[in-house]
Each structure stands twice: as structure tokens, then as C-alpha cells.
């Protein structure tokens, strides 16, 4: 605790409490701490060298089947040496079970879907969602690599 000398107007001097906090002691400790770190903190990076595996990517056997939506909202099935363009969504099932090779039941595979940039949302939903109602749960959306 520090104390204050304040005159008392009588000439005289009058020792009093400081109230004050001294900080300079925090402010050299937080310092040191500081310094300490920053030696300390280049060597917990180093790490274990590991000699990892290069990743294996499987070759695909064919190419893949997947749907197409255009602006408008017309469907197509793309397989792999034929396009069918699906009238209505209900009859989107059929056509993508006998493309997949199931017996008009969903096969457990993933289907694939690409939609042109204009298509609106709500058309490409219907799509997912006839897709759902058909037993298709496993979706993937194919994107264009810009880079």
C-alpha cells in the first residue's frame, strides 16, 4: 500500500493513504510473460515428422449418370452415351432406375444433379423433392470449377 505526502495548509505535511493502484508492476510482469511466450512459442510447432501415403483416388469404372436442368425447368437424364429428356417429374424415377440399374426402385446410389445459372430455385427443388418422394436420398450437386 503507498502512502501520499499533501500539505495540510498550515505549513505542515499530513501522510495520507493512496488510493491509487500502481500498475507499473502488472505492466512489468505482463512484459516478462510476454517475452517468455514469445521465445516459448516456435518451439511447441515443431511436430513429428510422418511419412504419409500419397492419397488414391478410384478411377470411376463408368461415367456417371446425372440429372440435367435447364432454364425453364426441362429435365434430362444423362447417362452415359444417351440423353432422355423427362417429361413431367413423376416420370423422373423410371427413367433414372433403368439408367442406374435398379428395377424402378432407388438403388442406394447417388444421383447426380447440374442445374444451368438461371435456373430458378424453386424449379430445381422440385427436382429434389420428386427425387426424395421416389425414394433418392443421396443427392450430389455438380459445380463448374471457375479456376
Do not use: C, W
Given at each position: 500500500?503507498?502512502?501520499?505526502?499533501?500539505?495540510?495548509?498550515?505549513?505542515?505535511?499530513?501522510?495520507?493513504?493512496?488510493?491509487?493502484?500502481?500498475?507499473?508492476?502488472?505492466?512489468?510482469?505482463?512484459?516478462?510473460?510476454?517475452?517468455?511466450?514469445?521465445?516459448?512459442?516456435?518451439?511447441?510447432?515443431?511436430?513429428?515428422?510422418?511419412?504419409?501415403?500419397?492419397?488414391?483416388?478410384?478411377?470411376?469404372?463408368?461415367?456417371?449418370?446425372?440429372?440435367?436442368?435447364?432454364?425453364?425447368?426441362?429435365?434430362?437424364?444423362?447417362?452415359?452415351?444417351d440423353t432422355q429428356k423427362v417429361a413431367n417429374l413423376a416420370g423422373l424415377a423410371p427413367v433414372l432406375a433403368s439408367r442406374l440399374g435398379g428395377a424402378g426402385t432407388a438403388t442406394g446410389q447417388t444421383v447426380l444433379i447440374r442445374a444451368d445459372r438461371e435456373v430458378r430455385y424453386s424449379e430445381f427443388m422440385a427436382v429434389v423433392n420428386q427425387l426424395q418422394r421416389d425414394g433418392y436420398y443421396k443427392v450430389g450437386l455438380i459445380s463448374e470449377d471457375l479456376g
Open positions: 500500500m503507498a502512502a501520499r505526502l499533501a500539505g495540510n495548509g498550515k505549513g505542515g505535511r499530513e501522510l495520507r493513504q493512496n488510493a491509487d493502484i500502481n500498475v507499473t508492476p502488472f505492466v512489468d510482469v505482463m512484459l516478462v510473460l510476454l517475452i517468455i511466450f514469445m521465445v516459448a512459442a516456435p518451439l511447441a510447432t515443431s511436430a513429428i515428422k510422418i511419412d504419409l501415403p500419397a492419397p488414391v483416388h478410384p478411377k470411376p469404372q463408368h461415367r456417371p449418370t446425372f440429372i440435367s436442368i435447364r432454364k425453364g425447368g426441362e429435365t434430362y437424364v444423362v447417362a452415359e452415351t
